[in-house]
């Protein structure tokens, strides 16, 4: 990803992160299940983590290389849409089988976090 799609995507990220904790703080307490409600929380959490993460990446793009971090933005990115997607769809449908894919959006974050520390081992930036 380049520098100022990185920048709109984690702008969407977050605008989204807000829109949903917001829909299920108001619209959906009242008709999801406590777990629900939590599995829903916590794909809001995530994706809001990852979204902050995401502009953290643009703070860093003339320091450090970009392909790298545009890598790890894109990983950022397919851990949020399987991770907090699935977890959304499972809180709003209660499809259980959608739990099942939720961990390969966890191990896109993680990836995202391992290219992240890699970059910065790999940085002859000035310390």
Known sequence: MQERHTLATAAISM???IACGAFGAHALKQSLSA???AIWQTAV???MIHGLAMLGLVALWQRYDQKRLGQTALLFLIGTVIFSGSLYLLAFTGIK???AI???GGVAFLGGWIALLFTALASKAAR
């Open 15 to 17: 605008f989204l992160a």
């Open 35 to 37: 777990e629900m409600l």
């Open 45 to 47: 959490h995530y994706q």
């Open 97 to 99: 089988w959608l739990g």
């Open 102 to 104: 939720t961990p390969i």
